[in-house]
């Protein structure tokens, strides 16, 4: 079975710059060109979908200026990340909730979805200002208003863009073992993989890891 989706729960920037002596910032710059250069790889691979999870619900709670500073980088990169995934006809999504962010940046997400909209490549879903709880709970909230009744199947077609299929493996960075609230919906039947390096450390290698790592799994889905 191919992987479609990979999930990458991009954790330990802050750790890598620490080790590195180097100020918190640098980590997160560090990891948006890693990030770079893993969309470089998945798209070479032929992997349909691959989501970070960036930014969550709770990061608000770090530090004004360790935010302020992802906010203005989001706000810098953003559009010429999406000129050059149009480029590569890589396709982009922004997942989450748009509360809380500035409306700069939301304006922003939005044009650099509209530029490459028309990609038919890889499609890279960046979950930024997202909470899987709160993903399912404003679904529910959209189905009862739209179908008068809550179901796995009116939950799943008002998830944060429903075209995004479920998750066939979610890797961690960074040593830690757990999800974080990262796809609960679409991460159900997931294989899991956990990488004691440092999210920053990541290269384009990995992916090759990351599919023979999936190869070896069994997925059964319950039967």
Same mark, same amino acid.
């Given at each position: 079975?191919?992987?479609?989706?990979?999930?990458?729960?991009?954790?330990?920037?802050?750790?890598?710059?620490?080790?590195?002596?180097?100020?918190?910032?640098?980590?997160?710059?560090?990891?948006?060109?890693?990030?770079?250069?893993?969309?470089?790889?998945?798209?070479?691979?032929?992997?349909?979908?691959?989501?970070?999870?960036?930014?969550?619900?709770?990061?608000?709670?770090?530090?004004?200026?360790?935010?302020?500073?992802?906010?203005?980088?989001?706000?810098?990169?953003?559009?010429?990340?999406?000129?050059?995934?149009?480029?590569?006809?890589?396709?982009?999504?922004?997942?989450?909730?748009?509360?809380?962010?500035?409306?700069?940046?939301?304006?922003?997400?939005?044009?650099?979805?509209?530029?490459?909209?028309?990609?038919?490549?890889?499609?890279?879903? !960046?979950?930024?200002? @997202?909470?899987? =709880?709160?993903?399912?709970? $404003?679904?529910?909230? +959209?189905?009862? &208003?739209?179908?008068?009744?809550?179901?796995?199947?009116?939950?799943?077609?008002?998830?944060?863009?429903?075209?995004?299929?479920?998750?066939?493996?979610?890797?961690?960075?960074?040593?830690?073992?757990?999800?974080?609230?990262?796809?609960?919906?679409?991460?159900?039947?997931?294989?899991?993989? !956990?990488?004691?390096? @440092?999210?920053? =450390?990541?290269?384009?290698? $990995?992916?090759?890891? +990351?599919?023979? &790592?999936?190869?070896?799994?069994?997925?059964?889905?319950?039967?």
């Amino acid at each position: 079975m191919s992987l479609k989706h990979l999930g990458i729960i991009a954790d330990g920037n802050r750790r890598w710059a620490k080790e590195n002596n180097l100020p918190k910032i640098e980590g997160h710059k560090k990891g948006l060109e890693t990030i770079e250069e893993l969309v470089g790889a998945a798209a070479m691979a032929g992997i349909p979908y691959i989501t970070f999870y960036v930014f969550s619900t709770e990061n608000w709670g770090r530090e004004e200026a360790e935010v302020n500073y992802i906010m203005k980088l989001a706000e810098t990169r953003i559009l010429k990340m999406a000129e050059k995934m149009a480029a590569n006809n890589i396709k982009l999504l922004i997942l989450g909730a748009r509360g809380k962010v500035n409306p700069t940046l939301t304006s922003l997400a939005e044009k650099a979805e509209k530029i490459t909209a028309d990609c038919t490549g890889t499609t890279v879903c !960046f979950c930024f200002n @997202y909470g899987g =709880e709160q993903e399912i709970a $404003d679904a529910a909230n +959209i189905a009862v &208003e739209a179908d008068g009744e809550i179901t796995p199947a009116t939950i799943r077609k008002h998830l944060y863009h429903p075209e995004v299929p479920d998750l066939d493996m979610v890797v961690r960075t960074s040593g830690e073992e757990r999800l974080s609230g990262f796809m609960l919906w679409r991460a159900a039947y997931a294989e899991l993989m !956990f990488m004691k390096k @440092y999210f920053p =450390e990541m290269t384009g290698e $990995d992916i090759k890891i +990351i599919l023979e &790592e999936y190869s070896r799994r069994n997925r059964r889905f319950g039967k």
